[in-house]
């Protein structure tokens, strides 16, 4: 069972570029999470995704950052005209279910942006 | 916002010793996850706590849930070299959002 896959594993942008982030869920998962990790801190949480629909985006910045999970295909993490601050690692998680019992979250590998 | 204050923030310590380290909240959760996490990775989960009181444990790792529901400990027992980390607590204050405390580096010295 394949796990959580991201991809790129290492993206370096300019300044003012745009980065895009792709997650794929694990087999069987419809909820996807997006987090950031700066270095020597722990996972910010960033937004919650399930098919189609935002659930949480509070931890999301208003500006230039905006995510999706469509019907088919990955969920997407988008940053717009991105600044040396957007540098850091970015973390997807799936779950097979929000709500309920069943809170483990499993984590991709990571996306570590490079801004220069 | 509410926070996870995790301790020790280091660790370093001869193989075989046991390792303990917890983790605390300014408010009730009703899930504890511990994950581990390598360099150039992502966290891997490790232990889930979802009762007050619970004790659970994963080979060499134990963990609790306090019976406060503020707090969760994780024990790790006869350390080898491949225990070396960060480990992370994480809580949900909401259904959605996962919090994360500021980890523990582990290092073990053969």
């Known amino acids: 069972n394949a796990g959580v896959m991201q991809n790129p594993r290492h993206l370096v942008r300019r300044r003012g570029q745009e980065a895009r982030l792709r997650c794929s869920p694990m087999?069987?998962?419809?909820?996807v999470y997006w987090y950031r990790q700066l270095p020597e801190e722990g996972l910010k949480f960033m937004v919650y995704?399930?098919?189609?629909?935002?659930?949480?985006e509070s931890g999301m910045p208003k500006e230039r950052f905006s995510a999706e999970f469509p019907k088919e295909g990955p969920s997407i993490l988008r940053i717009q005209q991105v600044v040396r601050g957007d540098s850091a690692a970015y973390f997807c998680?799936?779950?097979?279910?929000?709500?309920?019992?069943?809170?483990?979250?499993?984590f991709g590998p990571g996306t570590r942006l490079t801004v220069t | 916002g509410q926070q996870l204050n995790q301790s020790p923030q280091s660790m370093f310590i001869q193989e075989g010793e046991d390792v303990s380290m917890n983790c605390t909240s300014s408010?009730?959760?009703?899930?504890w996850l511990w994950y581990k996490q390598d360099p150039g990775e992502g966290p891997v989960l490790l232990i889930a706590?979802?009762?007050?009181?619970e004790l659970t444990s994963n080979g060499r790792l134990t963990a609790q849930f306090g019976i406060t529901r503020k707090d969760s400990f994780l024990n790790i027992s006869a350390s080898i070299p491949s225990d070396v980390g960060i480990y992370f607590c994480?809580?949900?204050?909401?259904?959605?959002?996962?919090?994360f405390g500021q980890g523990t580096t582990l290092q073990v010295k053969p």
């Open positions: 998680a799936s779950s097979p279910q929000g709500q309920g019992s069943s809170y483990e979250q499993y």
């Open positions: 087999k069987g998962h419809s909820h």
């Open positions: 995704l399930q098919k189609e629909n935002i659930i949480d």
């Open positions: 408010s009730i959760f009703n899930t």
């Open positions: 706590l979802y009762k007050a009181g």
């Open positions: 994480a809580g949900y204050p909401s259904r959605s959002k996962l919090i």
